[in-house]
Nanobody, 116 residues
Framework: QVQPVESGGGLVQPGGSLRLSCAAS????????MAWYRQPPGKQRELVAR???????DYADSVKGRFTISRDNTKNTVYLQMNSLKPEDTALYSC??????????WGQGTQVTVSS
């Protein structure tokens, strides 16, 4: 069973930085798409950033220029570098992986709180 596990969340002041990681177990996993989603308090989950196997990238407009997604295919790991954090970035961040067989895997999430 593939299980993505996120880490790196926490409390940070506005303007600060955090780096999230998501590692997926399963040696047979070939991740086609790896993505980060977030769910702010009282709101729906939204796509933050996505990277496909070929390297194409997508970002939500609200994080462009501040967040960077990257992946290490040898480790089935996806990262999210978050800079210039704002209070509105506060959310539960979850990673999502799509395998080459079309299966979707979600992590449990890691909380990011931006507050002074």
């Amino acid at each position: 069973q593939v299980q993505p596990v996120e880490s790196g969340g926490g409390l940070v002041q506005p303007g600060g930085s955090l780096r999230l990681s998501c590692a997926a177990s399963g040696s047979a996993l070939n991740a086609v798409t790896m993505a980060w989603y977030r769910q702010p308090p009282g709101k729906q989950r939204e796509l933050v950033a996505r990277v496909k196997f070929g390297g194409s990238l997508d970002y939500a407009d609200s994080v462009k220029g501040r967040f960077t997604i990257s992946r290490d295919n040898t480790k089935n790991t996806v990262y999210l570098q978050m800079n210039s954090l704002k209070p509105e970035d506060t959310a539960l961040y979850s990673c999502m992986i799509v395998s080459d067989t079309g299966e979707y895997y979600w992590g449990q999430g890691t909380q990011v709180t931006v507050s002074s």
